[in-house]
């Protein structure tokens, strides 16, 4: 089965430094890789996925991760932090299969910027 | 503009009462998928359908029922088995044939009272 930890529930970082939040998921193939952000009370938003080739990939709102295959993470990173980017974050992993298509999400990190 | 609608953004029900929440998609997505949110558990996936009249329970189903008449609509009923009931409820669909991300609805919070 496949499955997602996120180790940090919390997060706080100064407005302009930099950001990286941790994904470490378990899949038996090379998954499909997802980050999401969702504020307070609404639904998720995609910043960036991986499905093959690069293994640095850029997202939207100048965030960017890497997947690492020997160290089955795929971490997030923004190198200056903007206030609007308080939120929270999730990692997901989605199978190959055919089957059940559903993706698995970690337990999110929230982050909080401070001025 | 397509999208993912859910209706109500805020429920409240009475405890022993079964309530529907409501997920339309005009993206022409094949699947869809509900999920339930708490704090600090992440999203769990309740239902999924990936095709008109089929659908599959997720990993936590008990207590929850779906249909799925149409393409387009999804609807999640919570029954009066759901033993807590109160949480964020959030729909998502996305094409078959080929993978792709995931797109979410507004979503749901529902309030046990």
Partial sequence: AQSVTQPDIHITVSEGASLELRCNYSYGATPYLFWYVQSPGQGLQLLLKYFSGDTLVQGIKGFEAEFKRSQSSFNLRKPSVHWSDAAEYFCAVGGRNTGRRALTFGSGTRLQVQP | ?????????????????????????????????????????????????????????????????????????????????????????????TPTGGYTEAFFGQGTRLTVV
């Fill in chain 2, 1 to 93: 503009d397509g999208g993912i609608t859910q209706s109500p953004k805020y429920l409240f029900r009475k405890e022993g009462q079964n309530v529907t929440l409501s997920c339309e998609q005009n993206l022409n997505h094949d699947a869809m998928y509900w999920y339930r949110q708490d704090p600090g558990q992440g999203l769990r996936l309740i239902y999924y359908s990936q095709i008109v009249n089929d659908f599959q329970k997720g990993d936590i189903a008990e207590g929850y029922s779906v249909s799925r008449e149409k393409k387009e609509s999804f609807p999640l009923t919570v029954t009066s088995a759901q033993k807590n009931p109160t949480a964020f409820y959030l729909c998502a669909s």
